[in-house]
């Protein structure tokens, strides 16, 4: 793991700490990923677009 990857903990818990309509959007964006409503890219798939867009 990258020495500046950010620790899970801290993500979890800062996470944890938002405001309660903050947690309500995460929760519908995970909801809508999980059921394939919202698609998703790899990587490699973003930094193609991207290349093809700023080329």
Avoid: F
């Amino acid at each position: 793991m990258p020495t500046d990857a950010p620790d899970i903990t801290r993500v979890l818990q800062s996470a944890l700490a938002m405001p309660a309509h903050w947690r309500e959007e995460m929760d519908a964006r995970v909801q809508h990923r999980e059921s394939g409503e919202s698609p998703s890219h790899t990587h490699e798939e973003v930094m193609a677009e991207l290349n093809a867009v700023t080329a």
